[in-house]
């Protein structure tokens, strides 16, 4: 990690791993005059097993790991609606009821319900 982007882990929050999961940090060593090398402890969603890193999310001893806190946690935003779509190739827009894209859809050869979390399906979710 650089210094720009360098974290100050804090206990009770969730941050981003590396590979895009979740992980929340448990606990903190409150005990600073102790010389350890990884101050915090806590959880990544889908693993059984604790995982230990050091006060600026790393979790391994300067190599870059799957498992290193990255960013804090944001909640994905999910986006809902009716598309309708076209044969001469327009694009349609986002209808937030079914009802609403029946109304604009002449001409079209289908229309989809959409249900998924922003960026899901173009690589990882940001």
Not at 34 to 49: K, L, M, P, S
Request: glycine residues 14%; charged residues 25%; contains cysteine.
């Amino acid at each position: 990690m650089n210094d720009k982007t360098a974290l100050t882990l804090e206990a009770g929050k969730f941050y981003k791993t590396r590979i895009g999961k979740k992980a929340f940090v448990a606990g903190l060593c409150p005990f600073s005059d102790i010389n350890i090398d990884c101050r915090a402890t806590g959880f990544i969603e889908g693993r059984t097993q604790t995982c230990d890193w050091m006060e600026n999310g790393t979790w391994g001893l300067g190599v870059v790991d799957d498992r290193d806190l990255v960013a804090e946690w944001v909640e994905p935003k999910r986006i809902k609606g009716w598309l309708n779509i076209y044969g001469d190739r327009r694009s349609g827009i986002l209808h937030c009821a079914r009802g609403s894209a029946d109304s604009v859809g002449h001409g079209r050869i289908a229309c989809i319900e959409i249900d998924v979390l922003e960026g899901a399906g173009l690589g990882e979710v940001a």
